[in-house]
């Protein structure tokens, strides 16, 4: 099974390990083949705390691990 992988910035890290990333994509209208940005907020599990507001990370899908936790912090890109 493959596990969609997001990149998106933390605007978030008040809540226990856990962080809210913000995700940004490019879409194309399928008539009209103009461009426009879709922005969405995640909540994704960090173990040990370790990324901060601004950080730019990738999230990988997981299963659930709370209400609306289904992401997981893989790694910090910038």
């Given at each position: 099974?493959?596990?969609?992988i997001l990149q ?51 999230i990988e ?18």
């Amino acid at each position: 099974m493959k596990r969609r992988i997001l990149q998106g910035q933390v605007i978030s890290n008040k809540m226990t390990k856990t962080v809210v990333v913000k995700a940004t994509v490019q879409k194309r209208h399928p008539k009209y083949h103009k461009q426009y940005t879709l922005t969405k907020k995640y909540k994704a599990h960090d173990e040990n705390r370790e990324y901060q507001v601004g950080d730019t990370v990738e999230i990988e899908e997981s299963r659930p691990l709370s209400k609306e936790k289904r992401w997981v912090v893989i790694r910090k890109v910038k």
